[in-house]
């Protein structure tokens, strides 16, 4: 079955410095996301992504945070400047079109920032 | 506000036992409803997702329902197995982009 992969599984990072970190959606799916989940509470919407284009952000997304699709397969979330409270499992998922198909996640992608 | 609740926060059953868990939503005008398995430290694995138009999907021992005017999900589990141990989250499209989570249920199956 096709999978959302997400690369690295768990980074740390020292406050301050900037992290990437990478998602590779299924090949056929048209839309892209970001969530994150702070440890205990629940998970949360960042950003959607769609014809290359940021199509909708949460008010977290903030200018800390940017994201791309460099090339045809890879999709990126970085954050600059990295503080504590970035410290969280971010998710990214993809959708074949969009809302009504539903979404597949990746495992996720650990940030501890220290 | 669009928010999702559910109730209770954690739950624990025998093996064997069939069980229901919930999920309730403030705004009736969904697009779906998608329900999600996550293991600890782990990702988010998709269940079942139920479109506004349908009253219920089915996927082996899960079986969810919907009822938008309620605003109620639930998600039944028949024959319970230690394999179900898990937290499980209800998940809304309320018609934009983005899903909303609600804070999950952790099922423990006591063997």
Redesign the interface.
Known sequence: EPEVTQTPSHQVTQMGQEVILRCVPISNHLYFYWYRQILGQKVEFLVSFYNNEISEKSEIFDDQFSVERPDGSNFTLKIRSTKLEDSAMYFCASSEGGVIYGYTFGSGTRLTVV | KQEVTQIPAALSVPEGENLVLNCSFTDSAI??L?W?RQDP??????LL?I?SSQREQTSGRLNASLDKSSGRSTLYIAASQPGDSATY?C?V?F??????????TRLTIIP
Do not use: D, V
């Open positions: 697009y779906n998608q999600f430290g782990k990702g988010l694995t998709s997702l479109q989250l998940a499209h018609g934009n982009e983005k899903l909303t989570f609600g804070t999950g």
